[in-house]
């Protein structure tokens, strides 16, 4: 019997636990630690909960097919006592927009998209324009479509549904803070909890999200990464657009539809200041001065909107190349990691919960390979780069 203790009950440690309680070799326990049961500034809650298969690696366009799938089943997959969850899952397709610079790139991840069978058309600027009159093209060299693969959902409904069915088939959840490790040699024995609690353990997932290099530390593991704030604002505009996508504009601003109005945001450019885990207060500067000017600048209509409402949360942060850190960590035998997302953490948890309930299960990573994401990587300074982080 083997004893699993999952630290983090967000969507990627609630996956796990899911994926395990699932997995019909597995035969133990499943105790999941979460210090805020009300996930108040929890990433999953606070994330746009996006899914795209419009990645330049290949590993993350896999993951996300798997996602996709994950969500377009979960009704009837995370259903508990004839309760199914609705997930609101809508498929407009993001829209990658490129200028004369950029377009090579975009070019070259089409080709890498193409080779993972994921829908994606390349346009051109008058095909843009006559399928969106919306938009405008200036500057824009080309654009990249996920047609109907991609788009956004209801992320706190999946995660919680996937929490409340991994409680269903038997998993323990304990609302505590993990602060530390009892070790015997390369092992981790027991996980110390704030209360002074001491849960035996087999095996140790960090799921903790932006606050995962501190657990890592528990174990004299360190762990690139960091807690980075993102800010969202929600926007009304009185001019009514059809068949609008998710839309990343050449800037690096994103904007999309939610309800009656659009959420947007963007990430610090080059040379900005982003420092590791600041308060979760929202500057309204940063869409004066950057957000609203490029989104008016990409839609016209959008010179006449209004700020509702904005929220800010952590990207758990992958500093060393932003993609996800998934497995052993090499001196620490029974210590998986599964974290570093840099933005993208919650389309990929079901695919990160399946292969880390299949390591631990079979030993190895079964559905689907996730090897290129190890720790090795980090020990033997070889970056995975994602060009296409948001």
Not at 330 to 335: A, G, K, Y
Request: charged share 20%; hydrophobic share 40%.
């Amino acid at each position: 019997m083997t004893r699993v203790v999952i630290i983090g009950g967000g969507a990627v440690g609630s996956s796990t636990a899911y994926h395990l309680a699932t997995h019909p070799r597995f035969r133990g326990s499943i105790t999941v630690v979460e210090r805020d049961p009300t996930y108040r500034i929890a990433s999953s809650s606070l994330s746009c909960a996006s899914i795209r298969q419009q990645f330049s690696t290949p590993v993350n366009i896999a993951m996300s097919q798997y996602g996709l799938r994950f969500l377009q089943n979960a009704p009837d997959a995370l259903e508990v006592d004839g309760d199914k969850p609705l997930l609101k899952l809508h498929l407009p397709g993001y829209l990658f927009l490129a200028s004369e610079a950029g377009v090579e790139v975009l070019r070259e991840n089409h080709r890498v998209q193409q080779e993972m069978g994921a829908e994606i058309m390349l346009l051109g600027p008058n095909e843009l324009r006559a399928r969106w009159p919306w938009l405008s093209v200036d500057g824009i060299a080309a654009g990249s479509w996920g047609t109907h693969v991609e788009g956004w959902f209801d992320g706190p409904a999946m995660f919680q549904a996937v929490r409340r069915k991994a409680r269903s088939l038997g998993a323990t959840y304990i609302a505590q803070d993990a602060v530390g490790f009892t070790m015997s040699g390369a092992r981790v024995t027991e996980v110390h909890l704030a209360d002074g609690t001491l849960l035996q353990c087999d095996i140790v997932v960090n799921a903790a999200g932006p606050w995962a290099a501190r657990v890592a530390a528990f174990a004299n593991v360190d762990l690139p990464v960091r807690a980075r704030k993102r800010m969202v604002y929600v926007v009304a505009c009185k001019t009514p657009m059809r068949d609008f996508p998710l839309v990343i504009d050449a800037t690096g601003i994103f904007f999309r539809p939610e309800g009656i109005g659009y959420v947007s945001g963007r990430s610090p450019g080059e040379g900005e200041p982003d420092p590791d885990e600041p308060p979760l207060e929202v500057e309204e500067e940063m869409f004066m001065d950057y957000v609203w000017p490029a989104m008016a600048n990409r839609v016209p209509a959008f010179e006449e909107i209004k700020l509702l409402s904005s929220w800010a949360g952590y990207y758990e942060y992958n500093v060393f190349d932003h993609n996800g850190i998934i497995g052993r960590h090499p001196s620490v035998e029974n210590l998986i990691f599964a974290n570093g997302f840099s933005g993208h953490g919650i389309q990929h948890s079901p695919a990160t919960g399946r292969a880390v309930a299949e390591l631990i299960t079979d030993g190895r990573f079964v559905s689907l390979d996730l090897s290129p994401l190890g720790f090795d990587r980090v020990v033997e300074n070889r970056p995975l780069i994602e060009k296409n982080i948001v």
